[in-house]
T-cell receptor
Framework: DAGITQSPRHKVTETGTPVTLRCHQT?????MYWYRQDPGHGLRLIHY???????DKGEVSDGYSVSRSKTEDFLLTLESATSSQTSVYFC?????????????FGPGTRLTVL | AQSVSQHNHHVILSEAASLELGCNYS??????LFWYVQYPGQHLQLLLK??????LVKGIKGFEAEFIKSKFSFNLRKPSVQWSDTAEYFC?????????????FGKGTKLSVIP
């Protein structure tokens, strides 16, 4: 257990509405990541953070923004949700003290955009 | 950019059969390699990892993987699978070194074990 929670765990929304997903960690790790998982694509990195207010884009960042105002929280926002953003979203942390460069994943959020 | 290939999309085995899942990556430098498992409806869990040293690494639940640098491969093995091994398995690679942080995942291999 990596001390990661995600909320909500399930969400159904309509096209064009904004959506914010939250990732919360309890272990004070510097690096946090947002991935999306789609059948046939594996996991793809959306955005990541390497500290408070420090974020960068991943492979599939279009249509997503992130914020990190506190070490423990990393928010993923879909400004205007589209059906192509229907997916399962996983947050991960990087344990860079005890086990270098190993990522651990949260339970996921299943998002459906109608 | 590096890429990861998992050649088998879906593998179906009977209980007690041996398992080998292929993983190849495309990067010529030093890499860190991982296998993750995702049981139905659950999140990804780390199965095993390779950083350096002995190329044969052992993970949880009787799994092992062998890093063959000359073949750019990191295949996952288990001598005798159980029904509870039914899951999706993901290989991932990270380029090692300062400033490197991203994991690149393969597309996954779904394993179905028939009792």
């Amino acid at each position: 257990d990596a001390g990661i929670t995600q909320s909500p765990r399930h969400k159904v929304t309509e096209t064009g509405t904004p959506v914010t997903l939250r990732c919360h960690q309890t272990e004070n790790h510097r690096y946090m990541y947002w991935y999306r998982q789609d059948p046939g694509h594996g996991l793809r990195l959306i955005h990541y953070s390497y500290g408070v207010k420090d974020t960068d884009k991943g492979e599939v960042s279009d249509g997503y923004s992130v914020s990190r105002s506190k070490t423990e929280d990393f928010l993923l926002t879909l400004e205007s949700a589209t059906s192509s953003q229907t997916s399962v979203y996983f947050c991960a942390i990087r344990r860079d003290s005890r086990e270098i460069d190993t990522q651990y994943f949260g339970p996921g959020t299943r998002l459906t955009v109608l | 950019a590096q890429s990861v290939s998992q050649h088998n999309h879906h593998v179906i085995l009977s209980e007690a059969a041996s398992l080998e899942l292929g993983c190849n990556y495309s990067y010529g430098g030093t890499v860190n390699l991982f296998w993750y498992v995702q049981y139905p409806g659950q999140h990804l869990q780390l199965l095993l990892k390779y950083f350096s040293g002995d190329p044969l690494v052992k993970g949880i639940k009787g799994f092992e993987a062998e890093f063959i640098k000359s073949k750019f491969s990191f295949n996952l093995r288990k001598p005798s699978v159980q029904w509870s091994d039914t899951a999706e398995y993901f290989c991932a690679v990270k380029v090692s070194g300062a400033g490197s942080y991203q994991l690149t995942f393969g597309k996954g291999t779904k394993l179905s074990v028939i009792p």
